[in-house]
């Protein structure tokens, strides 16, 4: 009789950060009117990295109609919080779908707190980087009603945009301050043009081997 098998299956997590483990995985944070969104479109079109971003995926998900959708939407529709270990999960699912044709991934605006970066690196794995696009409050503020005139978004108000900014930096400090103490954050100024800043960027990204 052969020995029997007492295999353990794998989790998804487990499989997961092995699909991922020899991949880059940068945070990408920086303010509303920062830029983060225009340099993460340069980096995809120069590096080839996937860039994710947890509303862009929520948004997708609910529109898909499949039964996780349901749920997000029936929770976004009371103006609750998603829970946190459903944004990882697909967040983990989105990357691993990727893995094998991307150099990378760009998670963009993750985590909005200490706690969020704990779980995704017991989940996914750890950042290589974290990138700070970091834009002056009144550049943000002067960007975000520029695109005010012809966005129509009702968020683009001076008041609003000064409430966003409170809450984002309240937000951020401490988790720019929690990686800056491995090492891994690379600052951007974000107050030139987008070459300016996209230039920054590369002497950051050329260095990773």
Do not use: W
Request: glycine residues 10%.
């Amino acid at each position: 009789m052969g020995a029997s098998c007492s295999c353990v299956p794998r989790s998804p997590e487990r499989a997961g950060q092995e699909k991922l483990k020899n991949h880059k995985i940068i945070f990408v944070v920086g303010g509303p009117g920062s830029g983060k969104g225009t340099q993460c479109e340069k980096i995809v079109e120069k590096y080839g990295y996937t860039h994710l971003s947890t509303g862009d995926l929520l948004r997708a998900e609910v529109g898909s109609g499949s039964e996780r959708g349901k749920k997000l939407s029936a929770i976004m529709e009371k103006g609750e919080l998603v829970p946190l270990d459903t944004v990882l999960d697909m967040l983990r699912d989105a990357m691993v779908a990727k893995a094998d044709v991307s150099k990378g991934f760009l998670i963009d605006g993750y985590p909005r707190e200490v706690k969020q970066g704990e779980e995704f690196e017991k989940k996914i794995g750890p950042p290589t980087l974290l990138l700070y696009v970091d834009a002056g409050k009144d550049t943000m503020v002067k960007r975000l009603l520029k695109r005010g005139e012809t966005s129509g978004r009702a968020d683009d108000n001076e008041e609003t945009i000064k409430m966003r900014l409170e809450t984002y930096y309240k937000a951020t400090e401490p988790v720019i301050a929690f990686y800056e103490s491995r090492g891994i954050v690379r600052k951007l100024n974000a107050e030139g043009t987008v070459d300016d800043v996209f230039k920054q960027v590369c002497t950051h990204l050329d260095t990773l081997k």
